[in-house]
């Protein structure tokens, strides 16, 4: 049994007298700080995944408590086991996340320029803006409301639109068992490896305000603009008639500004039926253009570093922009569902972390007030589209 740890500090400190150490998992920035500030120097048992096995007696814990709020001014940052074997252990389960970071999915040579060429050069930023208009027109896209089902069918009849004239692609809703709004999936079927699957993908949902349902969510950069940008890879990759060896999948994902329901329903449902996921793209704001000197910012952490070096290599063989690295620093968008379950995300984002949009979450989240334009956009469309036809042979 897992506790989390503020009220063990509590439990322990009216029995400090022949207290019984404890196992416990701390994180290693939190417990590099505490160290010093402990009676003898700490040991630590096992390590993985940021964070440590350690044995404390009661009047350790209260202390290492101590100093994560008053000189962290944080919560958590460690948990209580019952037995060392359990402490152990709840590092070694997130075996499936280290697996999803470091481990090679596949081969990442960039040798499909004669497909790629002609169709980045089609990307047009006209019609990611008209998209991103439409979308943004729902009052909002909320999980729980009626618009936020509507604007998914929307997005769903978009996407099927542009594959009408094919029978190796459908488009399909997703149903959640939880809430109203559908997930909306659209899978072109792979001609030589279809059981491999490439995922693009970016959430459906928008929300503003405190409780979030109630006034208007535009939500045009978070998260219009993604899904805008996932819908002009598809266009031109139909009007291209590109046929993948693997099968290839878009997902608009619902819920995901309430906790990345959506994508957590979809990635550990694809666990439990042993799919074999090869690479998923996470397009999640990138409209608005935060930082002067990197167009495109690839988030390092909850993703899979292999890939994520692959996708600078697809920039600068097709896209031709500065890119760079940054951190959300948690899990702050549906390529953590996918790390989570043990697959290979990578998400390739606006801006760095620190410029980012300001006005996300509330009524200001418009076109006008990232430009007007969706020319930032279409760089990740020229990227998406990069990626699939190079991962997708
Ligand atoms: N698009 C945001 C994530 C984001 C915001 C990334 C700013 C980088 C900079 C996403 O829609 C979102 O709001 N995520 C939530 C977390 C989620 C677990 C509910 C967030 O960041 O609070
Ligand atoms: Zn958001």
């Known amino acids: 049994m897992k506790k989390a740890l503020g009220l063990l500090a509590l439990t322990f400190s009216a029995a400090t007298m022949a207290a019984p150490s404890q196992w416990l998992t701390v994180d290693n920035e939190v417990l590099s700080k505490i160290r010093p500030k402990l009676n003898k120097s700490v040991q630590i048992g096992f390590s993985s995944q940021g964070a440590s096995v350690v044995n404390l007696t009661a009047a350790e814990i209260e202390q290492l408590s101590h100093v994560i709020h008053e000189d962290l001014h944080r919560c958590g940052g460690f948990v209580q086991h019952d037995s060392e074997e359990e402490a152990v252990n709840a590092l070694t389960s997130q075996g499936e996340m280290y697996f999803a970071k470091r481990a090679i999915f596949a081969d990442y040579t960039i040798d499909q320029g004669q497909l790629v060429r002609p169709m980045v050069s ?213 390529h953590a569902s996918w790390t989570a379950n043990g697959f290979p995300a990578s998400m390739p984002f606006e801006s760095a972390m620190n410029d980012g949009n300001k006005n996300i979450h509330t009524v200001r989240d418009t076109l006008e007030s990232s430009g007007g334009d969706a020319k930032h956009a279409a760089k990740f469309a020229k990227l998406a589209t990069a990626f699939v036809v190079e991962l997708a042979k």
């Open 122 to 334: 089609q990307v047009q930023e006209k019609s990611i803006r008209d998209m991103i208009i439409k979308l943004s027109t729902f009052k909002t896209r909320y999980y729980k409301s009626q618009t936020g089902v509507e604007s998914s069918q929307f997005i769903r009849d978009t996407w099927a639109a542009l594959a009408k004239n094919r029978n190796d692609v459908k488009v399909e809703l997703y149903q959640h068992k939880n809430w109203p709004q559908p997930s909306i999936i659209m899978t072109i079927v792979g001609s030589e490896r279809p059981d491999e699957i490439v995922i693009v993908g970016g959430h459906a949902d928008s929300i503003a305000g405190f409780f979030g349902g109630g006034g208007s969510a535009p939500g045009a950069d978070d998260n219009a603009s993604g899904i805008s940008t996932i819908t002009e890879a598809i266009k031109v990759m139909m009007a291209n008639n590109y046929k993948p060896k693997r099968t290839v999948q878009f997902i608009g994902y619902a819920a995901e500004e309430v906790g990345l329901l959506g994508s957590k329903d979809i990635a550990s449902a694809y666990k439990q039926g042993g799919k074999q996921v090869v690479g998923v793209m996470q397009l999640d704001m990138t409209l608005f253009k935060g930082t002067v000197d990197k167009d495109i910012v690839l988030m390092a952490d909850y993703t899979n570093a292999a890939q994520n070096e692959f996708l600078g290599r697809i920039v600068d063989e097709y896209v031709k922009v500065p890119w760079g690295y940054s951190r959300c620093g948690y899990g702050c968008s549906d």
